[in-house]
């Protein structure tokens, strides 16, 4: 019922930056909390950042002060800008979200594809 697609993945040089988007449609109510999440070959899926319907953010501590992640609720699109990457910032990231749908107003939980992010020496 509600769908996420991730987009902005790519290779990049440690050092450098990108940005992904994660645009959220569908029978959408409300949208409660966003994140990403990503997981790397042979480790366990793991938090780096998530916001709430308030814009209150909160990062792992390995991200912090590199990524900053952002939405524009009017338009259910939620975005991570990653600067000063590094080799250990390869993963798969995943976007995440929760809220409610109508007409029914239940509550949901959302996960997108996932988009590759290599980051090169």
């Known amino acids: 019922q509600v769908r996420l697609v991730e987009s902005g993945g790519g290779l990049v040089q440690a050092g450098g930056s990108l940005r992904l988007s994660c645009a959220a449609s569908?029978?959408?109510?409300?949208?409660?909390?966003m994140g990403w999440y990503r997981q790397a070959p042979g480790k366990q899926r793991e938090l780096v950042a998530r916001?709430?319907?308030?814009?209150?953010?909160d990062y792992r501590d390995s991200v912090k002060g590199r990524f900053t992640i952002s939405r524009d609720s009017a338009y259910n699109t939620l975005y991570l800008q990653m600067n000063s990457l590094k080799i250990e910032d390869t993963a798969v990231y995943y976007c995440?979200?929760?809220?409610?749908?109508?007409?029914?107003?239940?509550?949901?939980?959302?996960w997108g594809q996932g988009t590759q992010v290599t980051v090169s020496s």
């Open positions: 995440n979200a929760n809220g409610m749908v109508v007409p029914t107003t239940r509550t949901f939980q959302s």
């Open positions: 569908g029978s959408i109510f409300s949208i409660n909390t």
């Open positions: 916001i709430t319907s308030s814009g209150v953010a």
